[in-house]
Every structure is written in C-alpha cells, then in structure tokens.
C-alpha cells in the first residue's frame, strides 16, 4: 500500500490530483499543518474526494507530539508548545534539519533558548526534547479534540495516533470519539516515534490487544532524533515488522527530492532495505508529498518495475 500526506486543503488542485492517483492507495490529513476551513468542513472536502475516488483515508491526530503555538521573534528566544512540559534544564530542543538549542528556563508550557535557532522557526513546526526526566502533560491537544467531534458527527472510523507510548493514549482518545471500547469499528494506526513507544510495541503482544485492531506505524523522522544510538533504530524497525506484519513505515522516503532534487542511492537502498525487513506499506512524508509528489509518485512506479509488490493493497 502507497499513502500520501495531504497538503493544506485550499491546495485543491494538487490534493485531487494526489487522491485520484493510481498508484495512490490512501492518504492521511496531518492536522498539524492548519486549515483555511473549520474541522468539520475540512473533513467534508476532504471525504467528498476519497469517496469519489474510492480511496482510504485517515485523520492523522498529534497527541503527544510537541509543536511549537506561538514563537516570539527577535532576540528573546521565546517559544510557548502545544503542552505544558517539565524537564530538567539544561536541555535541548531540537528543530526540523536537526538544529537544536539549549532550553535554559521552562515555564509551564513555554521553554526559553539559548542559541537561538539557526533557521526561521515558524507556528506548527514539530521539535523533540532531550533531557532528562522529561514529562509532557496530557495527551490530546485541544485542535484533536475539534478534529475528533468533528470526525465523530461524520461517521469517520480511521484513525492516526502521533507519538503512541502506551494504551492510555489509545484509550483516551476512543473516550473522545465516544465509540467505546476499542474495536467497535475503529481503525487505529499507532505511530511509534520514540524508543519509549518501541517499548509498548513490544509489550502488546501480551496485552490481551488482538492485532488486527491496531496498526503500528513506523515514523521515523521524530523516532530518529529521539534514539541514542542511532543504530538501535534499525533493530527497532526489523522488531516491529515482525510484531505486526501489516506495519507501515514513514519519513525519509525519497528524501533526496528535498536535499539534492532527486531520487538518490541512498533513498532506493531505504526502500530496499525496509522490503527485506518485510514492509509492505509506506507513506510519504508531509514535505514531499506537497512539493514532490509527481516525483516521488514516478520514483515509486519505478522501483515497483524491479522489486514488485506480491499483491496491492496488502
């Protein structure tokens, strides 16, 4: 199976022209990256297409994934989250491109830098902490909740849970979408971005869970940043594949279209790699697939002419 993240939904052009795609199976709406809409239109246009078009879509929600609300320009290094944190300072924070800063005060919900980031650090943007006793309160952010009523009054049943690390996160959000116990038609993807989530993953083969009520998906953008050694995370990703054969592996798929503006070695020796560990699904990341996608679709169709899937939709 082949997924492509949704771009900003007044992209209207490109997002029916990524849902129409052949090649394209589902796709997933990241409600990190904002609308022009409220939720619930946001949903309707979107829901309007795939259905037309006959393809699965899920709504990516972002959890425990820490984002940047507000960030004050200037010198003052001030930056207010999605969620109140506590971390014991000094510690870093780090930005997409793997620039980081060290976080000298934090305040609740706001953290206070020092360098200040090397590139532009906009509303929306993803950052991971390292640090010790780090905690992040709460799961769901207040834009999940709007998404999940909305979502609910739809009857929408597929679902993307950003940085899973336990059954508490599954379990609150089904106590939000009101559907009551798990498996009563939910379609869950559990993203693992952390070796805390890897932990969970290896425990949910004696949770009592039945597989096929969850798929684990593999995003390895976030992951990769928060595993020390770097190494490890490709144990991890062989692990999981074999816990659950239907996982899906995402971030860094054709990366080389952002850095060098074309497919490299190194990404057809990812794929490669991530086959013979035995992935069968995959999923592009919110950058390429908004500034990449015809590229990356091409790029696709050419490695299945070598190294073919056994069956679609697997």
Not at 89 to 105: C, L, M, Q
Not at 146 to 154: P, Q, S
Not at 215 to 237: E, G, H, S, V
Request: glycine fraction near 10%; charged fraction near 25%.
């Amino acid at each position: 199976m082949f997924i492509s993240t949704l771009p900003p939904i007044h992209m209207e052009g490109l997002m029916e022209e990524m849902i129409a795609h052949s090649l394209v199976d589902g796709v997933r709406y990241n409600i990190g990256g904002y609308s022009a809409y409220k939720p619930k239109e946001t949903l309707e246009r979107i829901l309007g297409l795939t259905e037309e078009y006959k393809k699965k879509f899920w709504l990516d929600l972002k959890g425990r994934q820490l984002r940047i609300s507000r960030w004050t320009m200037g010198s003052l290094g001030k930056a207010t989250l999605n969620h109140k944190i506590q971390v014991d300072t000094p510690a870093r924070v780090y930005f997409r491109g793997n620039d980081w800063s060290e976080i000298k005060v934090v305040n609740g919900d706001t953290i206070f830098v020092d360098p200040l980031p090397k590139n532009a650090v906009g509303e929306g943007q993803a950052i991971n902490i390292h640090g010790d006793n780090l905690k992040i309160f709460g799961y769901l952010t207040d834009d999940d909740r709007e998404y999940i009523d909305a979502a609910a009054k739809l009857g929408m049943h597929s679902f993307m849970l950003s940085f899973v690390e336990g059954l508490e996160d599954a379990e609150e959000f089904e106590q939000a979408l009101g559907y009551g116990y798990r498996g009563m038609g939910v379609d869950e993807v559990f993203k693992i971005e952390s070796p805390k989530g890897m932990e969970f993953v290896r425990q949910l083969g004696s949770s009592g869970i039945p597989s096929e009520l969850y798929t684990l998906m593999a995003a390895r953008d976030d992951w990769f940043t928060n595993t020390i050694p770097r190494p490890q995370i490709l144990k991890d990703l062989e692990d999981m594949v074999k816990i659950d054969p239907k996982a899906i592996v995402a971030s860094h798929i054709f990366g080389g279209l952002e850095g060098a503006g074309m497919v490299t070695m190194a990404d057809l020796s990812d794929l490669y790699l991530m086959r013979h560990f035995g992935y069968k699904n995959f999923m592009l990341s919110d950058g390429i697939s908004k500034r990449h996608f015809k590229k990356a679709v091409e790029a696709w169709e050419e490695f299945l002419d070598y190294f073919p899937m056994e069956e679609r939709n697997e």
